[in-house]
């Protein structure tokens, strides 16, 4: 199965160019349902909604994993919020404290929570 990713082209670029090694989603009900519990193939990174058979807008990259982490984004408002870091990198060496395997994202999950609760916060949506 493919995980098909609309992006926007700055960061569409720096995927492409290898400047950016991870697409974030926010860790919300509508990510979790399309991410958790699920087996990907390949990762299909689109610059905006291309048409059928434009290819120059598509990169198509093998599932590396992701891990849950929080983050301090523009994008997501000043607050660090916790969310999906799906591997988008070449095939570089992973540093050993990253858990990308996702096979195993009840840890991940967990390790995020128990971050989380250190930090005095709060599951961010009930479930």
């Known amino acids: ?22 697409e974030y989603r926010l860790c919300s ?12 193939d390949r990762v299909v990174l689109t610059l905006g909604y291309p048409r059928k058979g434009d290819e ?34 070449p095939e570089t060496p992973l540093n050993p404290d990253d858990d990308y395997s996702h096979a195993a994202e009840d840890s991940a999950n967990k390790r995020s929570l128990e971050v989380r609760r250190a930090r005095g916060q709060a599951w961010p949506f009930p479930f």
């Open 56 to 89: 120059s807008r598509r990169l198509v990259l093998p599932w590396r994993g992701m891990r849950v982490t929080t983050i301090t984004h523009s994008h997501f408002g000043p607050a660090p919020v916790l969310v999906y870091a799906i591997r988008v990198a």
């Open 1 to 22: 199965m493919d995980l098909t990713l609309p992006l926007k082209a700055e960061y569409f670029d720096a995927i492409k160019n290898g400047t950016k090694v991870e």
């Open 29 to 40: 009900p509508h990510w979790r349902r399309r991410l958790e519990h699920r087996t990907f």
